[in-house]
């Protein structure tokens, strides 16, 4: 199956499918001497960057995402991978914010959503701080010799939380029932609630009032689909004790799955947006009484193989939906979408307008879509499964399990948004481990990327950065005992900046408004320096803001120093935000003529009041760097990829690498191209470039003297007696 995939992408490679290419501007310019400022940089507030930002390539299977925009809506906000260590296969399908104590749980199948798990065991976590971290993990639920196939988990009345489960074994379907009435603590025992009849839960347990046949407080229902049957609905007005099918939404054939009902505020209407499998839309269908609901209709929106979402919030609705990617191909965004409409104007409509969405966030790759949303408050708590493939159980299919937060607008204070971030450091590779493009940049006169996650921007002289080895007995010194440091040496320290960016429309809503907090730890004398944060709003959007203060020498022990200062973040009030917005945070050097020569060995940028300075546990940090950076070294024999002849001395093919936050370029950083050769021959290279096509893999275009047969498939790989090096840089 993924030879076939294969094939099918690298023959759309050589029909020309390729991406646009990357667009590139400069970066903003150091902030001035001011005590607190909020201006523009020198240059503008687009124009003065230095990142390549490269366009997505459209899918035709999925929806195509329009730019990046301000979208204030109920799951605005930012996202964390906060379970799962790649190595497990955890399924998440429920979030309840539980009152008594205040805690979020997770319940998670411990096992892929499209794979058996024998014995369909149910795991519930718990997180104390809002779901940041998580913990407790122990099995709530499992049956022998089943395998859990969809559930769906609520609060009901008196704090009771339920847990409705389908169960599929070969010969035999069911749903139970199981709840907890203690926090979580103990669970009652499994009951088949529907008496052998079945249906796949989708979304959360709804109230089920009196007004429309149900009970007020007690009445609930889950709505599911069985593929031959339709769409159903089961009730209970008992909190939970019976239950009942209370009757066919949909009837079966007509290719509909899931089914997203929503309530428009406390009236009776109710909405459900249906994924139909045959012709991959989205459909609408009403109701005033959660029973009897009118045929649906074409909502207008193709909805690909990606489940809905619909969440009232604010008299408005909003309806989500993931551009995900299943399977090992290229070009696809896992981006999650919203459409924002009227809710009264689609009930009576049943249609959306307009159907354009607009992007919330962008998810790691393969993410599953279903989608789970926990209210607290005014605030949301969200999270999903990502890094599954559909219908497989590879070996190289881990999960993980993203959390979001939720509301960063300056009115509604800073929320979860704070408490995730709390004593987190903002910067990547913060004490200076990771060198992936080398450890000496002598005489740089212009922006440079030195070690990972930093760049360097010299001022009117130029600039040496090195990585510089710590003595251990001078390492005991700082309470995070780094191993290297990052020297900085410049005849003049005027406008000398040492900074890092924080890439997206979530990092920008994440940091907006708040106070920011900032360490830096040092060896030398001590230099007058400031701090700063500007905010980039992307291209089309609002002036780009910067504001910066002094950093203040706390700590100082001989030629050990430590500095520190906050500050307020620029707002997002009346800010528009454009296409590829970022965050800058660094420091840069106050003195116009004294020279610089010191030794920077540890960073901090944390929203809230300042807390310890805990270097990170090097494993956790590579591997978050490496979505930025990665060195991959090919050895004697090892393949590139394999490719196809589109001349008789070219061959085009794909290149799949480890998952970057965004497409890296990648160039050749040891060894020359004629290390590479193709095969059947050998016929060796002269040449290769790479075009970016995805976060994971890149489209080759190799050169070669000729000889090569049109159309023919060629295995690219290193010659016996050589190594390559390729360096990914996604900064």
């Known amino acids: 199956m993924r ?36 201006k523009a940089p020198d240059a503008g507030p687009s124009q003065d960057r230095t990142r390549d930002v490269p366009d997505s390539p459209a899918s035709d299977t999925a929806l195509a995402a329009p730019e990046p925009s301000a979208y204030r809506g109920p799951l605005s906000g930012n996202m964390r991978v906060a379970i799962g260590d790649g190595l497990q296969h955890p399924w998440l399908f429920g979030l309840v914010h539980e009152e008594t104590s205040g805690h979020l749980l997770a319940f998670v199948k411990n096992g892929h959503r ?197 969440l009232y919030d604010a008299g408005r609705l909003h309806l989500y939906l993931f551009q995900r990617d299943f399977s090992a191909t290229i070009g696809k965004e896992n981006q999650l979408l919203v459409f924002e409409d009227d809710p009264e104007t689609v009930f009576v409509t049943k249609t959306l307008s307009p159907k354009e969405p607009r992007v919330v966030a962008t998810a790691p790759d393969r993410s599953l879509g279903y989608l789970r949303c926990c209210a607290i408050g005014r605030d949301y708590v969200w999270g999903f499964t990502a890094g599954e493939f559909e219908g497989s159980t590879e070996a190289g299919a881990p999960s993980v399990i993203v959390i979001g937060s939720t509301r960063p607008l300056p009115s509604a204070g800073p929320g979860y948004v704070a408490r995730l971030a709390d004593g987190r450091n903002l910067l990547r590779n913060p004490v200076f481990d990771l060198w992936t493009r080398g450890t000496d940049f002598p005489d740089l006169v212009t922006a440079t990327r030195v070690a990972d996650g930093f760049e360097v921007v010299p001022g009117a002289s130029p600039v040496r950065v090195s990585r510089e080895d710590i003595a251990p007995e001078v390492s005991r010194i700082f309470p995070f005992n780094p191993r290297h440091g990052m020297r900085i040496a410049s005849p003049r320290a005027d406008r000398v900046m040492v900074r890092q960016e924080l890439k997206g429309e979530r990092d920008v809503w994440l940091t907006a408004d708040q106070t920011l907090s900032f360490q830096v730890w040092g060896i030398g004398t001590a230099p007058a320096l400031r701090f700063f944060v500007t905010v980039d709003y992307g291209q089309g959007g609002a002036k780009a803001v910067t504001r910066s203060r002094p950093l203040v ?27 590829s917005p970022a965050v800058f945070l660094g420091v840069a050097g106050q003195g116009r003529d004294a020279p610089w020569d010191l030794i920077l060995v540890g960073m901090k940028a944390e929203l809230g009041p300042v807390t310890r300075f805990v270097a990170p546990d090097p494993d956790m940090d590579a591997l978050l760097c490496s979505r930025f950076v990665q060195s991959v070294d090919l050895s004697a024999g090892m393949p590139l990829g394999m490719g196809m002849a589109t001349g008789p001395a070219s061959i085009t093919g794909l290149f799949e690498f480890q998952d970057m936050a965004q497409a890296p370029r ?66």
């Not at 050589?14 to 005590?35: F, N």
């Not at 997203?260 to 269908?285: A, H, I, P, Q, T």
């Not at 009030?573 to 296409?579: E, Q, S």
């Not at 191209?673 to 970016?692: D, E, H, K, R, Y």
Request: net charge negative; aromatic share 8%; proline share 7%.
């Open 114 to 310: 499209h794979a058996t798990s024998p014995g369909a065991p149910i795991d519930m976590l718990v997180s104390e701080d809002g779901g940041c971290t998580w913990a407790d993990r122990h099995t709530v639920y499992s049956v022998p010799d089943h395998d859990l196939a969809d559930a769906c988990v609520s609060v009901m009345h008196g704090g009771r939380i339920g847990l409705f489960v389908f169960l599929r074994k070969k010969g035999s379907l069911r749903c139970d029932f199981v709840f907890s009435d203690d926090g979580g603590a103990t669970w009652s025992v499994n009951t088949d609630v529907l008496s052998g009849a079945r249906i796949f839960p989708y979304g959360p347990m709804l109230p089920y009032p009196a007004a429309v046949g149900g009970r007020d407080a007690t009445g609930f229902a889950v709505y599911g689909y069985a593929s031959s049957t339709g769409v159903h609905v089961a009730t209970t007005t008992d909190n939970g004790d019976t239950w009942r099918l209370a009757g066919t939404i949909v009837t079966g054939g007509l290719g509909f799955s899931e089914a997203s009902v929503v309530r428009v505020g406390d009236e009776r209407k109710w909405l459900m947006f249906l994924r139909n499998d045959l012709d991959k839309r989205l459909y609408l269908s009403t109701s005033t009484d959660m029973t009897a609901w009118t045929p649906p209709r074409d909502a207008g929106i193709e909805a690909g193989r990606n489940p809905p979402y619909a």
């Open 666 to 731: 990648i160039h050749l950083a040891d060894g020359a191209p004629g290390c590479l050769q193709a095969f059947p021959g050998p016929v060796p290279a002269t040449g290769i470039s790479f075009t970016p096509t995805g976060r994971h893999a890149a489209r080759f275009d190799l050169a070669a003297p000729g000889g090569l047969s049109v159309g023919a498939a060629y295995l690219v790989r290193v010659a016996h007696d050589c190594r390559v090096t390729l360096l990914l840089d996604a900064e």
């Open 3 to 38: 030879t076939a995939t294969f094939l099918v992408l690298l023959l759309a490679l050589c029909l020309g499918a390729t991406p646009p290419e990357a667009s590139r501007a400069a970066p903003p310019a150091a902030p001035d001497a001011a005590d607190l400022t909020e």
């Open 553 to 579: 020498c706390r700590q100082a022990a001989g030629a050990v120093w430590m500095a520190e200062g906050t500050i307020q973040t620029p707002p997002l009030a009346d800010k528009t935000i454009g296409r």
